[in-house]
């Protein structure tokens, strides 16, 4: 059955008008990998701008997503490996990389454990800007992938 996702569906996975609107403009999809590979290359194709308006939409690592809508849900479960042995050291990590970059920390969690997630952050801090912006950037193309193979399947 062909899958034909909304706008509104896609800014679920990935909070940017023009990535929901990309995607939506080619469906219908065959599957939920063909979905994925859309939303990956989507997110690939953002302006810096619209990567940061996406990045609002994401809870800090470590942070207790809130909400009843499927993002929160989604981000409930992508972080439910983060244990509160590790939480005071994220937030501090947090702020450190928030004061870096000016934006939120955002690693694909799904996976991962809270000191996975934390080393990740400790490594990436002695990133230059440009180099992080393609870290973000790819991080946040995996998750949409993720997420827009959850909305198909």
């Keep these: 059955m062909p899958i034909e996702p909304t706008d509104a569906e896609l800014l679920s996975c990935c909070f940017a008008p023009s ?16 979905l994925g590979d859309a939303a ?3 997110v690939l194709a953002l302006e810096w701008d619209e990567v940061l308006q996406a990045l609002s939409a994401h809870p800090r690592i470590g942070e207790r997503p809130q909400g ?17 042995s590790t939480r005071a050291a994220l ?28 080393a990740r952050l400790r490594t990436r801090l002695a990133n230059d800007e440009e ?10 193309a995996r998750i949409a992938r993720l997420r827009a193979e959850r909305l198909a399947g």
Aim: charge should be negative.
């Design 19 to 34: 990535f929901a609107r990309a995607v939506a403009a080619g469906s219908p999809y065959r599957d939920a990998a063909e």
């Design 91 to 118: 937030a501090e990590g947090n702020r450190a990389y928030e004061e870096r970059f000016g934006h939120v920390y955002l690693v694909c969690a799904s996976g991962l454990r809270g000191e996975e997630l934390l």
């Design 131 to 140: 180099r992080e912006h393609e870290v973000v950037r790819a991080e946040l």
């Design 68 to 84: 009843e809508g499927r993002e929160a849900a989604w981000s409930r479960d992508e972080q439910s490996g983060v244990q509160e």
């Design 40 to 42: 990956e290359k989507a």
